[in-house]
């Protein structure tokens, strides 16, 4: 799968404070961005608009159908984005403070980089966050960005550069851990995933690495290798045999304001840290690397999800 990640780095032109987490607002007015000026069929609705399936706000914001080479079993094109900050939580911004958030593009979305460059810079713009004492926002310039740790962008050029997205591989990821201890997960936005239909706040191995699993399988289908082999029944037997030695693991509620339900929403989940011990941990190693690049479980858009790993 092609994967590439960008940090927007932003600088503060004035005081800001966000009231909601980072991640929430990028994704709200990112999608009111980039709706206002990719959108030329403005009054028809996205689900029965002849370019939905190339626009790259329904790519990004609408439900798809899935791939017809999908299985059944998928209802829904996934995202093909991710949000993620390294401190979501933070809501006041000083004048010339600094910003930055990241965004993981899949698939062909590495194309449509432009865009999202046009729209962040209007929303900078704009400004970030609730209105100040003046009835302004915090507006910000965007002043870097960076492509899997190099530069792209600088504000004082103003020219893209951009270069080939990665390649993201299960086959890559594997490494010679056959002594592992243990293994360190740390949920550090909250984890939505569901057991028979409903968000799971017991957490057991098995039903968090099923999620793994499932999100791997979603996302190669939608945006790199549709034949993706991975044997279900051999690695879940494995799972089901992990203990989780030590957990601190809660639900932690955030809140974030819908524009389209006019009313501040809990957007809820697992946060904290397991240790898992048990046999044939090496299995895992794969896997869980590729979903710390991708987050994992519901509403990665949001940036919920992000996971750290620690293998010992």
């Not at 995202?79 to 403070?97: H, T």
């Not at 062909?108 to 003046?134: F, Q, S, T, W």
């Amino acid at each position: 799968m092609k994967y590439s990640l960008y940090r927007f780095i932003l600088h503060s032109e004035k005081p800001a404070y966000l009231g909601h987490p980072l991640p929430f607002i990028i994704r709200s007015t990112l999608g009111n961005s980039l709706k206002k000026f990719t959108c030329v069929l403005k009054q028809q609705e996205c689900s029965e608009c002849i370019l939905k399936n190339t626009c790259i706000y329904s790519q990004f914001f609408e439900i798809i159908p899935p791939s017809i080479d999908c299985p059944a079993w998928i209802t829904e094109h996934p995202k093909p984005f991710a949000i993620m900050c390294s401190d979501p939580l933070k809501m006041s911004y000083d004048q010339g403070e600094e910003l930055t958030f990241e965004m993981a593009l899949f698939g062909r979305a590495n194309d449509y980089l432009p865009y999202l460059v046009i729209a962040i810079k209007e929303i900078c713009a704009l400004g970030i966050g609730k209105r100040m004492h003046d009835n302004e926002r915090g507006t910000f310039v965007l002043s870097n960005i960076l492509q899997d740790e190099k530069e792209i962008y600088n504000n004082k050029t103003e020219k893209l550069m951009l270069n080939s997205p990665l390649s993201l591989e299960l086959s890559d990821m594997s490494e010679a851990l056959t002594s592992l201890k243990n293994i360190e997960i740390s949920l550090i936005t909250p984890l939505r995933i569901k057991t028979q239909n409903h968000l799971n706040n017991n957490l057991l191995f098995y039903d968090f690495f099923k999620a793994v699993l499932r999100r791997i399988h979603i996302l190669e289908c939608a945006f790199g290798d549709v034949s993706v082999n991975i044997d279900y029944q051999k690695l879940l037997a494995i799972a089901n045999s992990i203990i989780i030695s030590d957990s601190d693991i809660k639900w932690t509620d955030w809140k974030r304001y819908s524009g389209r339900q006019h009313a501040e929403m809990k957007m809820g989940g697992l946060t904290g840290k397991m240790i898992l011990k048990g046999n044939n941990l090496d299995v895992f190693v794969p896997y869980l690397k590729y979903v710390e690049k991708t987050l994992l479980g519901k509403q990665t858009t949001f940036g919920l999800g992000k996971i750290e790993v620690n293998f010992r």
